[in-house]
């Protein structure tokens, strides 16, 4: 359970990230 918490974290972090990259929000 710990682990899936932390792989959806990890994929929301990087999808944050990449809307970050394109301008669109930070």
């Given amino acids: 359970?710990?682990?899936f918490t932390l792989a959806v974290?990890?994929?929301g972090?990087?999808?944050w990230c990449?809307?970050?990259w394109a301008?669109?929000?930070?």
């Fill in 18 to 20: 990449r809307l970050c």
């Fill in 13 to 15: 972090l990087i999808f």
């Fill in 9 to 11: 974290a990890s994929y």
């Fill in 1 to 3: 359970m710990l682990f």
């Fill in 23 to 26: 301008g669109m929000y930070c």
